[in-house]
Structures are given as C-alpha cells and as structure tokens.
C-alpha cells in the first residue's frame, strides 16, 4: 500500500509541476490577448487541484521508492502526463476530440513533433509556447528532472534514474551524487537552449519564434510555429545553426559536461558514440546530395547539399524540422533517412530510437561472433574503446533490439489490418516509435498526422510512449516476475 501511496505522492508533485508550467502560457496569452487566457487559467487550476488532492493526503508516506515504485511512476509520468497537459487544447478547442489533443499533448512530452493541427501559423501564440514548453521540459526527460529537485523533499531519486535512463549517462568524471549529477546536465541543457536562442535571433529569426524552435532543436522534439516548418523561413543562417544545434542535442549531455568542464575536444575525441554519430550522420548529407543531384531534384550539388544535409540531420536525430516535401525524393533518401532515426542518437541525448551505442555493441558482438567461427577456442572480450563490455549488458542490448523490430512489427501490421497503405504505415510507426515526427506518403512532411482515424492515432500514440520510454520500462510492468519480492 506504502508504494502505491509514495508513487500518487510523487505524481501529484509532477502535476502540480505542470500547472506551474501552464501559469507561464497564461501571462503569455493575457500580454498576447490571443483568446487562449481562460483555457489555460481552467487548464492550471484544474491541474493544480488534482495534483494537490494527491500531494496533500500523501504527505506522511515513507519517501523510499523501491524498483518497482520507480518503473511504474515513469510509465504513470509518461502516460497520465499528456491528459492533464491536454487541458488547455481540449477548454480552447472545444470541437478537438479528447484522441487529437492526447496524441499532440503526447508527441510534445515524448520529444516526437508529429502534430494534427493544422494552421499553426494561426494558433494563439500561447498555445505554440505550450507545445514548444512540453517538448522542452521533456527533453531530458521528466524523471531526471525529478531525480533533481526530490531529494530536496526527501524523496529519494537513485531508483528513478536508473528505470528512466538505464546506462545512458556516463559515470566518469561526473559529480558523484544522482542529484547533482542530473542538476549538472539539466545545468548544460538549459544553457546551450539560451546559446540556440540568441544565434537564432541573431540568424534572423524574431524572439517568439527563436525560444519556441531553441524548444525544439534541443529537445529534438520538432515542434514548428509554421505550418511549412523551417522551411517557412527559407534561411541558410536559420538552416545552419538548427542542423548544429541539432547534432548537438543528439550526442551525450555527460560528454557535453566534460568538455565543457575541461575546456577541452577531447572527451568528443575519445567518445567512440560521438564520433561513431557524427561520421555517420555527415558522410550520409554527402551521400544523399549526390543521389538528388543525379536524380536531376536539384541543379547542382551546393543546393542539394544544403536540403539533404538540413532535412537528413533533423529526421537522423530525430528532430522532425523539414524545409522540403522528401516525400517526393527518390525513395533511397527518406527511407536512409528514416532508418538513421533508428541508430543515429547517442545514449544520454535527448534523440531516440535504438540509440548508437547499442549499435555498436551489436556490430562489434557480430564481429566477435564471427572471429569465435574462424578461433572456436579463442577467449575475446567485446571492447568499446579501452572499456571491456560485459556479457550481461550484450545481452540485454540484444534483449532490447529484439523487441524494438517485434513492437514495430506489431504495430505496422495493426496499421496495415485498419487499412493504411504499406508506406504509410511503416514510416508512420518508425517515426513515431523513434520520436521522429513526418513520416511518408498520407503522413509525409507536406501533410500530418490528422488525415489518420481515431484507431490509427492511438496506435502511433502508443508507439511515441513505448519509445520513448524505451520499451523495457512499460514492459516490464507485464512481467509476473517483476513483481516478486
């Protein structure tokens, strides 16, 4: 009982957090007159008396939050989350159905971008800093954002971090501390977020429009102020300093805290993900140039490079930013680029899919498999760098991809059984699964996620929670055994 009662104890405290984040859209509606002021005034009042209603009779629960305790709050996090962060959509929409505002609500808070909104360029400016708001807090993720402020309140954080992010941070040269380690990278976030706003600002772009797609680019979450994306603003300098940002967002936040720490390159130097990252994603830019330039896409190669390298970076870090319909590349490129989704972003990152570091693992696992068939009696360990590679991590990594592939194949053949077409249906549940945002065809970068039917937009609902939280976190709630003492 002391566990379910110390996990309401906790969510009650998130859900007050979020109605402390709507009151910031509120002041933004009232100094805007945009309309939106009493669906946000509702929205955080309604929000605040629920979380204070499980707060409040909580308060004497023993603040020890066991294993279990911490895998069934994330999953609670990330899926009650999204229903009080509806609120404001659903009290100044009234005609949006409750499946639209929790699929965009939800897209926000998993970083994905995917939207069924149309005519954003007219939407009330403090309901564009709400999306752009929930892809930003969620950036580095709700629960290490928890692991540092709870311990302030005595609620422990160390069964938390390891059920939301389990092996993504770097321990060395880290503050030793869970708290502080989690202050110190939310410390990098917020700073490079600032550092994105003023280089946008100075690029061109106004100050709503600079905060709201800094939100974005460091989240890698890919919400737009603009129906047309980036490509509302048809700017080299915008194009230049989102794709760095980007990549940025997309490598490890530790490596970033010990670079920035040691006033040195060297950790990106040494880190066999960030390099592993970067060569892959760029030499893929050039690739993709030289097949729309021969195609005859684009007159010449510059212009080739500069669409391919913009669109290919933002949909490999699972951003979502477009500045071109791929949709209507040649087929090579988007699905490339779809497929970079799936391994490109590093662990520790804000990016999703499979992450870098377990692909990796599991080319140097098949090298080491192969070498075994050729030296049946040699004795050689699996090694990333100086660092030998345990076999219950192997293991647990190939766990993992196992049903990363048999998810999104369940999930592409739910959509193929509602009657969506092959291509539709497979970049829709990629992209959503990788927190990726456009798809292809009916869910391509010119179109969104509206022309999808109820059913069809709970499953890509679905598939953005279980990527996101990357899998074993809900899975493992189904699990008998998990639940043994």
Not at 420 to 447: E, K, R
């Amino acid at each position: 009982m002391n566990v379910i009662l110390t996990i309401i104890h906790i969510f009650g405290l998130v859900t007050i957090g979020f109605s402390g984040l709507m009151t910031t859209c509120l002041l933004t509606s009232q100094i805007a007159d945009d309309g939106a002021t009493n669906a946000f005034f509702e929205g955080s009042l309604i929000t605040f008396l629920f979380g204070l209603l499980m707060f409040l009779p909580t308060l004497r629960t023993p603040k020890k939050v066991s294993r279990q305790a911490g895998f069934l709050l994330v999953a609670m996090t990330w899926t009650l989350s999204p229903v009080f962060c509806t609120l404001p959509l659903l009290l100044n929409f009234p005609e949006m159905s409750f499946v639209d505002a929790y699929f965009e609500t939800t897209s926000g808070l998993t970083t994905t971008g995917a939207t069924i909104l149309n005519g954003v360029d007219n939407l009330p400016m403090s309901i564009n800093l709400w999306r752009h708001e929930l892809n930003w807090i969620a950036g580095m993720g709700i629960i290490i954002f928890a692991v540092a402020i709870l311990p302030i309140l005595g609620i422990g954080g160390m069964q938390l971090y390891k059920a939301e992010t389990p092996g993504s941070v770097k321990e060395s040269d880290l503050p030793p501390r869970i708290a502080q380690t989690a202050k110190a990278l939310w410390l990098v976030y917020a700073g490079m977020s600032v550092a994105c706003m003023i280089a946008l600002r100075l690029a061109g772009m106004g100050w709503f429009d600079a905060i709201c797609y800094a939100f974005s680019a460091m989240s890698l979450g890919g919400f737009s102020t603009h129906d047309n994306s980036v490509g509302f603003f048809n700017s080299v300098p915008i194009e230049v300093v989102l794709s760095i940002f980007q990549l940025v967002a997309a490598m490890n936040f530790a490596t970033h805290f010990i670079a920035l720490r040691k006033g040195s390159l060297h950790p990106y130097i040494d880190d066999t993900e960030a390099r592993s990252f970067l060569f892959l994603v760029l030499s893929s830019c050039v690739v993709a140039a030289l097949v729309l330039q021969q195609a005859g896409t684009y007159p010449d190669f510059l212009t080739a490079l500069r669409h391919a390298s913009f669109n290919l970076i933002s949909i490999a870090t699972d951003s979502g930013f477009t500045t071109q319909d791929f949709n209507a590349w040649p087929i090579f490129v988007p699905m490339w680029m779809l497929f970079l989704s799936c391994v490109s972003a590093s662990s520790g990152s804000t990016g999703g899919g499979i992450r870098m570091i377990r692909t990796i693992i599991l080319m140097k696992q098949a090298r080491l498999e192969m070498f075994k068939f050729i030296h049946p009696f040699a004795v050689r360990p699996l090694k990333i760098g100086d660092n030998v590679v345990k076999n219950d991590i192997v293991t647990s990594v190939m766990g993992f991809i196992f049903l990363y592939f048999m998810c999104i194949v369940i999930l592409v053949f739910t959509l193929l059984l509602s009657g969506l077409d092959f291509i539709t249906a497979f970049s829709a549940i990629i992209a959503c699964f990788n927190n990726a945002g456009p798809g292809l065809n009916l869910v391509g970068p010119a179109s969104n996620y509206s022309v999808l039917s109820d059913f069809q937009t709970a499953v890509c609902t679905f598939a953005m929670l279980l990527g996101r939280v990357q899998i074993f976190s809900i899975v493992i709630l189904f699990i008998p055994e998990f639940w043994r003492k």
